[in-house]
């Protein structure tokens, strides 16, 4: 259903996306996207990771007389795209200083005798002289800024080289430009439109909702323990493993590899050689595991990453939105776990006070920090946080909804208790005291410290004495994350803040959530082992192993990341079908003419030996 494009047009769109890319239908927005690019507007689109971007543009782009030119952040992942456009038989180049004189050279050439559809640039190649020289020979179709967030200071990775985009329009007046993203708020979708002048732009913007990912976010209690039982629910899947610092990359890796986990790290401590090594082999498939600092994922484009595990929280709600967008890609469903504790928040706060600005990454610190301890819906919460409403009332993919977090029955008396303790502990003095401290006098254990003190006498002590210290602490983190206790920098000390008053006066309510049980794991864990059985139904899963093994040598051999050859949908769908003749090869997911002329027979050998010898055996 391509909506008012003249018939014609809608056939040569569709007949193109399976001869060249072997889809056989267009996802949400796409359509529209490729109708501004082709009719000649100018547009900004967003849309989550994985929806499908690049088509929006590089379809056209082959559909159109001339180049188009594709300005793009991302040096390392230039040659995989490049790759994989030339793999389906689509004539295209990049130039970025990461490239030999030799290889600039060709590409040079190969732009100016012709022929080629599309050119991936890096931002700062435009300012010279030389490029706009090579740009002006030629006929272009259209310019594409891609990870247009980074033009804008509001934006979660900006980058100074985007700032002088606006020359576009005055170096290569008429020129047209199409802006895309993944993550842009709202002020970040206007700085966007300002910044590169775009006319009157036509506005896709796609729900950033990550529907095939499932969020889970619980306190940091013993991180080994989290991160062996999170690898566990996922044996032979790949996967990433953030920390929030090298040294912690480090230890983490090693101790996994002791343990028989094998993963390599990535940080920027590493030298660059084994920084891309190891980053090879991740794409490579040769190693399914990487534990990395957040230095880690820019460069990355390997579709099938299956959970993404942050050991630590980040620093915003939009690096955990871009970070875990890694997950998934391919569309099936994958899992993003968080782990974090209130050091997580003093080690970032300290890091924002070290630098000059620091107002917009506090805000945004408090706003993860929120998003961590107050439990509700965390696909609502990041949709909102991005502007757009979410209008689902059970999203069926994050612990919460998946009733899998048991509620604190009475959450105002709890934190009344709280606020009320604080108070009482505080009172006729001129410090506070820590969460530790806290929790000992509302348990009403009798430590040195308290003894010494004669705060066994406050009326608040023991005033929570039927509850374990460690559910305690846990109440105690939550009512900072919401906002209602404040945890004074120096000293980590808790103090009440002004909306922590109303929940003393019955206003407000914090939401509360129980530390997890055991016996509430398991449930957990048997109805994540049911959503994986209906995930590979009908799907011979033995048959996906080998053409899996198959798909990891090709992309040995070639060099190229392991998706350039097929995704896990394509193979999913041959482990299903089984096909065995061209034909019915020609019908699988992701197989286009060249795919098909390319490796059809590899993997339809690997299928027919192996229904032979299921028949046989
Ligand atoms: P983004 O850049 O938005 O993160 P990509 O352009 O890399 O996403 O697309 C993600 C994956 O989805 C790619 O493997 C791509 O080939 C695939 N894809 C894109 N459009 C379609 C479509 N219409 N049908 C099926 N798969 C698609
Ligand atoms: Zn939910």
């Not at 055991?518 to 209906?534: G, L």
């Not at 089984?578 to 019908?587: G, I, Q, R, S």
């Amino acid at each position: 259903m391509i909506g008012d494009i003249k018939k014609d047009d809608q056939q040569q769109i569709l007949d193109t996306l399976k001869k060249y890319w072997g889809y056989t239908s267009f996802r949400p927005f796409q359509v529209e996207a490729m109708r501004s690019v082709l009719e000649g507007r100018e547009s900004l689109t967003i849309m989550p990771t994985g929806g499908g971007k690049s088509l929006c543009f590089q379809l056209p782009a082959l559909l159109s007389e001339g180049m188009a030119v594709v300005i793009s952040p991302l040096i390392s992942l230039m040659k995989d795209q490049v790759d994989d456009l030339r793999d389906k038989g689509i004539e295209a180049r990049c130039l970025n200083s990461g490239m030999s004189l030799s290889s600039r050279n060709e590409a040079i050439k190969g732009v100016k005798s012709g022929g080629i559809k599309l050119l991936y640039l890096a931002p700062e190649r435009l300012q010279k002289e030389e490029t706009v020289e090579l740009l002006k020979s030629i006929k272009l179709s259209f310019f594409v800024v891609d990870e247009a967030h980074c033009i804008s200071h509001w934006g979660h990775d900006f980058r100074a080289d985007y700032r002088t985009l606006w020359r576009i329009k005055k170096v290569f007046n008429p020129a047209k430009i199409h802006a895309f993203t993944a993550t842009a708020t709202k002020e970040v979708q206007r700085d966007i439109i300002e910044q590169l002048r775009l006319d009157t732009p036509d506005e896709h913007i796609g729900h950033i909702d990550r529907d095939n990912l499932t969020y889970r976010i619980a306190p940091r209690t013993n991180i080994m323990t989290q991160v062996v039982n999170v690898l566990k629910k996922h044996e032979n899947e790949p996967g990433i493993i953030y920390c929030l610092r090298r040294k912690d990359v480090d230890s983490v890796s090693e101790k996994l590899n002791k343990m028989g986990y094998k993963n390599l790290s990535y940080h920027a401590g590493l030298p660059d050689s084994v920084r891309h090594e190891n980053q090879d082999m991740f794409a490579r498939e040769e190693v399914d595991i990487i534990v990395a600092t957040v230095a880690f994922g820019m460069g990355i484009d390997r579709s099938n990453i299956r959970f993404i595990l942050h050991a630590a929280m980040p620093k915003s709600i939009e690096h955990y939105h871009q970070e875990t967008g890694r997950a998934g890609r391919d569309g099936l469903v994958s899992f993003c776990y968080m782990l974090y504790g209130g050091m997580d928040y003093r080690t970032w706060n300290y890091f924002i006070e070290q630098s000059s600005e620091q107002e917009i990454p506090r805000d945004k610190l408090k706003s993860i920090y929120n998003f961590c301890t107050r439990p509700q819906c965390r696909h609502k919460v990041l949709v909102n946080y991005f502007g757009q409403e979410y209008d689902k009332e059970n999203c069926g993919a994050c612990d919460y909804c998946l009733k899998e977090l048991d509620m604190v029955e009475d959450p105002a008396l709890i934190g009344q208790k709280i606020v009320a303790g604080i108070d009482d502990i505080r009172r006729g003095r001129t410090y506070g005291f820590g969460g530790g401290h806290v929790a000992n006098v509302l348990k009403g254990t009798l430590t040195d410290k308290i003894e010494h003190m004669g705060q066994q006498h406050l009326k608040s002590f023991g005033s929570m004495e039927s509850l374990s210290l460690v559910f305690i602490r846990y109440m105690i983190e939550q009512m900072v994350g919401q906002g209602f206790l404040k945890r004074e920098e120096e000293f980590s000390t808790l103090s009440v803040t002004d909306t922590g008053r109303l929940v003393l006066a019955g206003e407000l309510t914090p939401i509360l959530a129980k530390p997890l049980i055991a016996a509430k794991k398991n449930k957990i864990e048997k109805k994540r082992k049911e959503q994986r059985e209906k995930d590979w139904e009908g799907v011979d899963e033995d048959l996906f192993q080998l053409l899996r093994k198959k798909r990891t040598e090709l992309a040995q051999e070639e060099r190229v990341p392991a998706y350039i050859i097929f995704g896990d949908k394509s193979l999913k769908n041959m482990a299903a079908s089984k096909p065995v003749t061209l034909e019915d090869f020609a019908k699988m997911y992701g197989v286009g003419d060249r795919k098909l002329k390319a490796h059809a027979g590899v993997f339809m050998k690997i299928i027919t030996d192996y229904l032979l010898q299921m028949n046989r055996g």
